[in-house]
């Protein structure tokens, strides 16, 4: 199985691609092709109706005889779905599109009918301008008035986009002035809300210095809350109990004399003393 998806095939030495027989195949073969339905129909026979999509297994041919602009136009052989009738439709390279020939109707397309008519009208205009000079002098006027209207509304067109492009740009100027505005409100606002809330703050809280027990005399930072109201209340009161305790025994404790120590005796030196001179004889 893995040798026929391989890219490349081995071919002998002596390998004569002439040597190998052609098929002759008839001049118009028919092909077994793969196709959708190119437009909704209707069987004749049955009256079936099939959409477009449909899938079949058709048979193509080229149709002899025929050409557009050297073009070749096929044809296409489908079965009904119901009744197994054969329908057959080709190609129209003139219009980009499919007709069908036989053993089935197109259905109804406004669209269609339409272009053939604007068709009809184009060609009838034509002639009755060629065989009548005064009509064609009267088409071309009636032309040329309806494209200085159609210049006419286009101008009034871009006038009023400019104007409407203007006012918006005047009116985007404005808005941007007011937010402007607002914005340096609210935040002059909110500057002067900040400023009276750290007023509030220095006010309650204050920071004091209280000593720290023990004979190094540290001191250390304490923050005090303040009670509202006019009264000042003493310092003692508003220090935490411990700093209380400790600012109350550093106040009450005697001072300590630093007793002197013998540096010589500390560090075990001895000293001799001097023996007494002789009197002199």
Known sequence: MSERKVLNKYFPPDFDPSLIPRRKLPKNSQQVVRLMAPFSMRCNTCGEYIYKGKKFNA??????????????????????????????????????DYSAEHGASRNFEPWREERAVEEEDRLAKLEEEENNPMKALENRTVDSKREMDILDALQDIRARNARNERMGQSVDLLERITVEELETEEDREQKRLDEEDEKLVREVFSKVTVPVAGPSGETKTVTVKRKAGDIEPDLDKLLPSTSTLT???????????????????????????????????
């Open 59 to 96: 048979r193509k041919e080229t149709v002899e005889g025929e050409d557009y602009y050297g073009i070749k136009i096929f044809r296409f052989y489908i079965k009904c779905t119901l009744c197994s009738a054969e329908i057959t439709f080709k190609t129209d390279p003139k219009n980009t």
């Open 247 to 281: 600012s109350s025994k550093l106040a009450t404790a005697p001072a300590v004399k630093k007793q002197k120590t013998d540096l010589k005796k500390s560090l075990g030196i001895k000293i001799k003393s001097k023996p007494a001179a002789k009197a002199a004889v």
